[in-house]
């Protein structure tokens, strides 16, 4: 199967940044898109970035100019750079990609890691 693991959430103030990872592991063959989702309380899972294995981005307005996706073939890994950022950004952050493994082409996700931006 493919795991995919988040890392480096926590609690900021406004203003501040945080980079959070995610790595993929498993019966890889090899990854197409990969992607940063995000969950508020109370409100439904949204897009906040996805980078396609052509290099192409896209963002949510409420985060271009201060969010980068990038990732690392080599290490599986998807980062999301989070910089300037708002109390409106404290949500739980999801990772998502699209795999071809061993078992056939899917989508997998992360557990999910919690960002609070303090006012």
């Known amino acids: 199967q493919v795991q995919l693991v988040e890392s480096g959430g926590g609690l900021v103030q406004a203003g501040g940044s945080l980079r959070l990872s995610c790595t993929a592991s498993g019966s890889i063959l090899s990854i197409n898109n990969m992607a940063w989702y995000r969950q508020a309380p109370g409100k439904q899972r949204e897009l906040v970035a996805r980078l396609t294995t052509g290099g192409n981005t896209n963002y949510a307005d409420s985060v271009k100019g201060r969010f980068t996706i990038s990732r690392d073939n080599a290490k599986n890994t998807v980062y999301l750079q989070m910089n300037s950022l708002k109390p409106e950004d404290t949500a739980v952050y999801y990772c998502?990609?699209?795999?071809?493994?061993?078992?056939?082409?899917?989508?997998?996700w992360g557990q999910g890691t919690q960002v609070t931006v303090s006012a």
């Open positions: 998502a990609a699209n795999v071809w493994s061993t078992y056939g082409k899917g989508d997998y």
